[in-house]
């Protein structure tokens, strides 16, 4: 799509998901972070939700995830449409959908369970669950990255953490990508079969819950079930809904970053090979990783109040949207920004939320994973060739392949 003009610009809608088939429009982000830095769109894919302002430039969206007062993360929650088929009330029961006083207790919660040190101590194991993965597709020859390897180690990872067994790994990740993914139709159940899918999560989550309360082991819901602040614990429900976010941010995110990072790797072949001959790169390449491809495209505010912002008047319950997949690209803060370059020094990316009290609570988590997946695949599997067209998930909010089918030489058994 060509922008020329003003008015071009003026009438965008961000929300048309033929802009992002390829990519994230990130051409046309970067006219807006010049020319019109605060954009109304209408949410044309769900023609009964009403439209949403895109926030775009890193400062503006770094000040904005600061003043929770003005920019609310409880009044309509994260995602742009406000009707994906689960309650408000419900969604209000995770900490990334709440305001202070409530996030304050629930965010202390949670810190309790998601320690350093548990996640530290978990190093080895998923080195061994991305090895696993790995010994499953190396003697063929191909794979697909996103689900041959991608999505069984991200969901162990996090399923080992929760404290779940292998066997159900794939219903949790379907559970996921129903709930982040729910703008793709391979990913969304039909509407009322999503209660119903709900309900079911919830009969699966209970008992567990229960029985750690009995009888606590060292995995995180045990933690979560006995975490207290001023004395109070996390009701059922509360434990149901954030073992449902640890599992949607755990299982999506880190595959996408993957799938985006191990994408571009194949397509900068001397990028690659950096990484390969010194691998003590790799930490730092994550950085670039998130900064280029963020798991998530954005994560919506809601105006609590009438506010002016670069000359236009957000009202009072309109949504924003705070681009990280433009913020990540600004060139006020980055140099050559649209470049991957695995060799930049450590950038202060936006991909983790851009400051304040939301930032990411996995950040670690997401960090050792993807650091170890990437040193093990790039490892094992040094000389990896695209062997199909990529396919992304149809969604504004999740920035993911569901796809990417590749061929490399086969390790010998
Ligand atoms: C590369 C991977 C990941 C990315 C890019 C990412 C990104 C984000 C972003 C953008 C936010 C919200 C920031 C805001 O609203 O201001 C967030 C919040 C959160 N993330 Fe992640 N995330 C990743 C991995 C994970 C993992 C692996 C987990 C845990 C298993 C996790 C758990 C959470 C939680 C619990 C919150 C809510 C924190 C709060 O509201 O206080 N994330 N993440």
Redesign the pocket.
């Known amino acids: 799509m060509t922008v020329a003009t003003e008015q071009d610009l003026a009438s965008i809608d961000i929300s048309d998901h033929d802009l992002w088939r390829d990519d994230p429009p990130y051409e046309i982000f970067a006219k807006l972070r010049e020319e019109r830095p605060v954009h109304w769109s209408p949410l044309s894919q769900f023609p009964h939700e009403k439209g949403f302002w895109s926030i775009v430039r890193h400062a503006d969206l770094k000040a904005i995830?600061m003043d929770f007062e003005t920019y609310s993360?409880e009044r309509g929650g994260?995602v742009l449409v406000d009707d994906i088929g689960v309650p408000l009330d419900m969604i209000r029961m995770q900490?990334?959908a709440?305001d202070p006083p409530r996030?304050d207790r629930m965010?202390a919660l949670?810190q309790q369970a998601f320690t350093p040190r548990r996640i530290a101590a978990h190093t080895e194991i998923i080195r061994a669950i991305t090895n696993h993965a790995i010994d499953g597709i190396a003697q063929q020859g191909e794979c697909d990255l996103v689900t041959d390897i991608g999505k069984h180690v991200t969901a162990r990872v996090?399923g080992s953490?929760l404290g779940t067994p292998p066997e159900d790994d794939d219903q949790l990740v379907e559970w996921s990508n129903m709930i982040v993914g729910f703008e793709d139709e391979d990913y969304r159940p039909e509407f009322d079969a999503m209660m119903g899918e709900l309900a079911n999560a919830f009969e699966y989550v209970m008992p567990m819950v229960e029985e750690r309360r009995k009888n606590p082991s060292d995995d995180l819901v045990s933690a979560l079930a006995h975490a207290e602040v001023d004395g109070e614990k996390l009701t059922d429900e509360e434990m149901v809904m954030t073992f449902g976010?640890?599992m949607a941010?755990?299982n999506d995110?880190?595959r996408?970053?993957y799938g985006s990072s191990m994408l571009a790797l194949i397509k900068n072949p001397e990028q690659r090979q950096l990484l390969i001959d010194e691998p003590d790169r790799i930490e730092d390449a994550v950085e670039e990783c998130?900064r280029c491809f963020?798991?998530?495209s954005y994560?919506r505010r809601t105006a609590t109040r009438d506010v002016e912002l670069h000359g236009q008047t957000i009202k009072e319950g309109d949504k924003l949207a705070?681009w990280?997949v433009s913020s990540n690209r600004d060139a006020t803060v980055f140099e050559d920004p649209e470049r991957f370059d695995v060799s930049r020094p450590r950038v202060q990316h936006q991909?983790?939320?851009?400051g304040?009290?939301?930032?990411?609570?996995?950040?670690a988590?997401?960090r050792l994973?993807?650091k170890i997946m990437l040193e093990q695949t790039l490892k094992r599997l040094p000389d990896m060739e695209l062997a199909g067209t990529p396919v992304r998930a149809t969604s504004l909010f999740l920035n993911q392949h569901k796809s990417i089918p590749v061929k490399f030489t086969p390790e010998s058994a």
């Open positions: 995830s993360s994260v900490p990334i709440q996030h965010k949670f996090i953490l976010l640890l941010a755990g995110s880190t996408a970053v998130v963020p798991a998530f994560m705070l990280y991909a983790f939320g851009a304040g009290r939301h930032f990411c609570l996995g950040a988590l997401a994973e993807l």
